[in-house]
């Protein structure tokens, strides 16, 4: 991957600090909350409960995990022509790990009967192409993909390797999203040196360092915006390509602004360096292209949306004041999203504000000093007072 020269990087770290704030509250206002996880794993647990109990599926020994963004934590809040919905989209696998011989569309039907027979749930159930979907009015979509180990690929090392079931094409596709969920979570905790190592490259600041987190925003954050800009349109690239593309240009940058930046602008390149329509690989399994749709048109499409987030990312940068920061967050993100996230930004200045004020002492023109409680009580230091405008790098 060739070098990239961004300009973002030699911005003070005040400014990019207050820059990371604003992405993060972005990202957590478009993540699935915790309240609703909770929600979802309950049901989830109904779900295997019942399946469980159903002696045909009980006797294959079925079992139950997540996949895709519910997995490795890059949910966003999705959208419905042109409006923000309540109700996350999910997946789950139900994998049949025992003694399955019989054909797809068999296995299909049989995780299909039983769970539209749920009394609570069943009535929600509808059939998709590989999957069974459930529908949770006001909370989310849960997707439950049927799946029975890949033998031929488990012999070959790939320990978590499945087959599920395309109705269409009435035959097993290949897939392995746990696989899929490890090399992604080691590409977050992935250190910068080693990958610059890998790439015979310099770091340029010490204000690169080592992120867990930046790379989950950054997928969160693209995706979003690819939720706005092609409101449901076709041509919109797939999460996966995007998910793939920038975790594999994730060079351990901590800043999630930077970071963001960064891979977007390495995916840039990669694209603009390639001869002809590219493939973009599964990293745990390279017989399969998450961009076998992509023909002339869609992958210029893609490059051009790719350089129009660049750019809009830049301008970002350039913004003063929180009025025009919010006002680029809601052409990025879409206008709710920004409100959301600047109210959050703002309760959490003004929580700050309330804390200065609340230590000041007016009669002595000082600000109090006072110790984190669990160290004043085994240190036993006493509250102090200290001059307004002491300047402790001194």
């Known amino acids: 991957m060739p070098h990239v020269s961004n300009p973002t990087l030699t911005q003070n770290p005040r400014g990019r600090h207050r820059l990371d704030e604003h992405l993060d509250d972005v990202a957590e206002v478009l993540r699935l909350d915790s309240t609703r996880r909770r929600t979802a794993e309950t049901a989830a647990g109904e779900l295997y409960e019942w399946v469980q109990s159903d002696p045909g599926l009980q006797n294959l020994s079925p079992h139950l995990y997540p996949q895709g963004s519910f997995l490795i934590q890059t949910t966003v809040r999705p959208r419905d022509e042109g409006q923000d919905c309540d109700e996350f989209d999910l997946d789950m696998v139900i994998e049949l790990r025992e003694g399955w011989t019989g054909t797809p569309d068999l ?45 031929n690929r488990r012999s070959k090392g790939f320990a ?16 392995d999203p746990r696989a899929f969920a490890e090399w992604f979570e080691q590409r977050c905790k992935d250190r910068l040196s080693e990958r610059f190592l890998k ?136 206008e709710g999203i920004a409100v959301a996230a600047m109210k959050r930004f703002g309760e959490r200045q003004e929580q700050i504000f309330v804390d200065r004020k609340a230590r000041y002492d007016p009669k002595s023109n000082c600000e109090i000093v006072v110790p984190s409680g669990v160290a004043s009580a085994i240190l036993g230091i006493s509250t102090r007072a200290v001059p307004k405008g002491t300047n402790f790098g001194e």
């Not at 049989?110 to 749930?121: F, K, T």
């Not at 060079?251 to 930046?261: E, P």
């Not at 009025?323 to 990025?332: E, F, S, T």
């Open 107 to 151: 296995l299909f039907e049989l995780v299909w009967s039983r769970l539209r027979m749920h009394p609570i749930y069943g009535k929600y159930a509808i059939k998709k192409r590989r999957c069974v979907c459930i529908d949770f009015p006001g909370e989310f979509h849960m997707d439950v993909l049927p799946a029975r180990p890949d033998l």
């Open 160 to 175: 978590t390797a499945i087959e599920v079931p395309d109705r269409k094409l009435s035959d097993w596709k290949e897939s």
């Open 199 to 334: 790439a015979s490259m310099t770091p340029i600041s010490e204000d690169y360092g080592f992120g867990l987190d930046a790379l989950r925003k950054s997928v969160q954050l693209t995706k979003r915006h690819r939720d706005v800009v092609f409101n449901g349109d076709d041509d919109a690239p797939r999460s996966i390509v995007l998910t793939t593309l920038l975790a594999d240009n994730y060079y351990g940058i901590s800043s999630t602004y930077l970071a963001l930046c960064d891979s977007i602008d390495r995916v840039i390149a990669w694209a603009e360096s390639a001869h002809g329509v590219p493939l973009v690989l599964n990293p745990v399994n390279e017989e399969e292209n998450f961009a076998e749709a992509w023909d002339d048109k869609s992958f210029a499409i893609f490059k051009e949306y790719m350089a129009d987030f660049s750019a809009k990312l830049k301008l970002l940068d350039k913004m003063h004041g929180p009025v025009d920061i919010g006002k680029c967050l809601a052409g990025l993100f879409d």
